[in-house]
């Protein structure tokens, strides 16, 4: 399973995605699940072996996952069994806000960002981190960014109220083409002034709970597949 990871296969394909995936029987499915599991968990630990620190970055949906983690198994990252040293939620407030097309506002956005936060400190512990939202754009071209110092300072105060502090921005290229740096620099790493956490808007609860009614109905299924 090294070989496979290492030559280039990733999760779907370790877990039968595709043609050879739709033919096989759920008992089949189940255990190509579990030996995916098993090959991230000992390339992890073969690489801290080595001395060498590891992070795993996760899709906010992971987070509304339960015990059988059905989005993990939608999505074909088995992220939770390997002992990743940081484990880090993708999080961005102005791209949930920007990619929704109006669904969600910025006040949606950062209450995402605290229900995303305290989910991933309950789940990681020490290990969670964050990435908070974007300065400039990136490969896709068209990502959505702070439009101003004042968010993201706002983003790092959520964050911290909400329990986590290993926080990640994007990125260096996006904070120097919109100068001063300095300010976005400052806003980021320095300790927020009053921590707050901001009231859970309906729009947010409803999209977590969407999350998490399609997260238990993937597990629940998976769960079928042991047998």
Same mark, same amino acid.
């Given at each position: 399973?090294?070989?496979?990871?290492?030559?280039?296969?990733?999760?779907?394909?370790?877990?039968?995605?595709?043609?050879?995936? =739709?033919?096989?029987?759920? @008992?089949? $499915?189940? %255990?190509?699940? &579990?030996?995916?599991? *098993? +090959?991230? !968990?000992? #390339?992890?630990?073969?690489?801290?072996?080595?001395?060498?620190?590891?992070?795993?970055?996760?899709?906010?949906?992971?987070?509304?996952?339960?015990?059988?983690?059905?989005?993990?198994?939608?999505?074909?990252?088995?992220?939770?069994?390997?002992?990743?040293?940081?484990?880090?939620?993708?999080?961005?407030?102005?791209?949930?806000?920007?990619?929704?097309?109006?669904?969600?506002?910025?006040?949606?956005?950062? =209450?995402?960002?605290?229900? @995303?936060? $305290?989910? %991933?400190?309950? &789940?990681?512990?020490? *290990? +969670?981190? !964050?990435? #908070?939202?974007?300065?400039?754009?990136?490969?896709?071209?068209?990502?959505?960014?702070?439009?101003?110092?004042?968010?993201?300072?706002?983003?790092?105060?959520?964050?911290?109220?909400?329990?986590?502090?290993?926080?990640?921005?994007?990125?260096?290229?996006?904070?120097?083409?919109?100068?001063?740096?300095?300010?976005?620099?400052?806003?980021?790493?320095?300790?927020?002034?009053?921590?707050?956490?901001?009231? =859970?808007?309906?729009?947010?609860?409803?999209?977590? %709970?969407?999350?998490?009614?399609?997260?238990? +109905?993937?597990?629940?299924?998976?769960?079928?597949?042991?047998?």
């Amino acid at each position: 399973m090294r070989r496979a990871l290492a030559g280039g296969r990733g999760a779907l394909d370790l877990l039968g995605g595709g043609p050879r995936g =739709a033919r096989e029987r759920p @008992g089949e $499915r189940g %255990a190509r699940w &579990r030996d995916a599991q *098993r +090959a991230y !968990v000992e #390339v992890a630990g073969a690489i801290h072996a080595r001395g060498v620190a590891t992070s795993a970055a996760i899709v906010p949906l992971v987070l509304a996952d339960g015990p059988a983690g059905g989005w993990e198994r939608i999505l074909g990252t088995p992220v939770s069994a390997p002992p990743w040293g940081r484990v880090s939620a993708m999080l961005y407030t102005s791209l949930l806000e920007g990619y929704s097309r109006g669904a969600l506002g910025r006040d949606d956005a950062v =209450a995402l960002l605290a229900l @995303g936060c $305290r989910a %991933a400190a309950r &789940r990681f512990g020490p *290990r +969670a981190g !964050v990435s #908070v939202g974007a300065v400039g754009k990136g490969a896709l071209g068209d990502e959505p960014v702070y439009r101003s110092v004042a968010e993201l300072r706002d983003d790092v105060a959520v964050a911290e109220a909400a329990g986590v502090r290993d926080l990640s921005l994007f990125d260096l290229g996006g904070v120097l083409a919109r100068p001063p740096a300095e300010a976005w620099l400052e806003a980021f790493v320095a300790p927020p002034i009053e921590p707050r956490l901001p009231r =859970a808007t309906l729009r947010a609860r409803a999209a977590v %709970a969407a999350a998490a009614l399609v997260g238990q +109905a993937a597990g629940a299924w998976g769960s079928r597949s042991r047998s």
